[in-house]
């Protein structure tokens, strides 16, 4: 059920993307805001649907808001790419949008990527006027200098640090750079029924936790070719990583450990969290 309900959103939302984008004026810049907004495993916004679900609001009224957080996960992967950042060149298996176009093209790709998503958090569609303020809200705390880009800020930092990272800085370091990105995308639906949020926050967290523990097993164990990028720069650059820290079997077993807490955490729900389940279960399973 899992798989084809994945491959189902995975395809609405492209198709969301799509149309945003193609109301852009034609040109390089948007060739390359498209390019960059292609493919991805679209858990983010899986995560949104699936929360909005729970509190009976239809796909349709969600989409503009999983639409947004997968365009605000694109531009961070656009810019992340740059060589100022991680100077990556591959990217799901094609060049990266600075090697296809050239890095100012990139960086402004990037700009209005991350623009399109609060764009598409104002959609009337999402609902009273209330509901949307606090969903641009809670985007812009987990996107911000109090999230993804405080993560990756760490990051940097950590390339040129005395010593490797703890397990405690590693851990607040990927809490921000993956983590915020997917706790709002789980607590969205919360956030559009106006209802509590706390029990899809600790999913959300565990979840977090174990997708970049995931992440870090596959640059040891997992294949280029599956990944669409190149794996081992973490090790090759003698930055610190969940494994090098608790081992290949200890990382697994805190991975394991984290999905089962997710599992718990959507206890509330009952029946209707099962996809939700299944999803964390996915995050560890993997092979991209």
């Known amino acids: 059920m899992f798989p084809e309900r994945l491959a189902e959103v995975q395809r609405a939302v492209q198709s969301a993307l799509d149309a945003a984008v193609g109301q852009l004026p034609e040109g390089e810049l948007r060739a390359a805001i498209g390019y960059g907004a292609q493919g991805g495993k679209r858990l983010r916004a899986f995560l949104v649907l699936e929360s909005a679900a729970l509190f009976g609001l239809p796909a349709a ?27 990556d060149d591959l990217r799901r298996g094609l060049p990266t949008v600075h090697v296809k176009w050239d890095q100012a093209t990139a960086v402004l790709a990037g700009d209005a990527l991350q623009t399109l998503a609060f764009e598409l958090c104002c959609d009337p569609a999402l609902g009273a006027p209330e509901r949307r303020v606090a969903l641009v809200a809670a985007l812009a705390r987990a996107s911000g200098a109090a999230g993804m880009v405080h993560g990756q800020a760490l990051d940097i930092a950590a390339e040129t640090a005395a010593a490797p990272l703890t397990l405690a800085e590693i851990t607040e370091l990927q809490a921000g750079k993956t983590g915020a990105l997917i706790s709002f995308a789980a607590e969205a639906g919360a956030i559009l029924a106006g209802a509590d949020r706390a029990p899809l926050a600790r999913y959300a967290a565990a979840l977090g936790l174990a997708f970049q523990i995931a992440d870090d097993i596959l640059d ?23 494994v090098s820290l608790l081992g290949l079997e200890g990382a697994k077993a805190r991975a394991a450990a984290l999905v089962a807490e997710a599992e718990a955490a959507l206890a509330p729900y009952g029946a209707k969290a099962q996809t939700l389940i299944e999803a964390a279960r996915f995050v560890i399973a993997r092979d991209m």
């Not at 996960?73 to 740059?82: E, I, P, R, W």
């Not at 164990?221 to 090790?235: H, P, T, W």
């Not at 090759?236 to 990583?241: L, S």
């Open 61 to 87: 009224q969600a989409m503009p808001a999983a639409a947004a957080v997968e365009a605000l996960h694109a531009y961070s992967l656009v810019h992340d790419d740059l060589p100022c950042m991680d100077d």
């Open 220 to 242: 040891v164990e997992g294949s280029e070719e599956a990944a669409g990028k190149r794996l081992n720069k973490d090790a090759e650059a003698g930055k610190a990583t969940f």
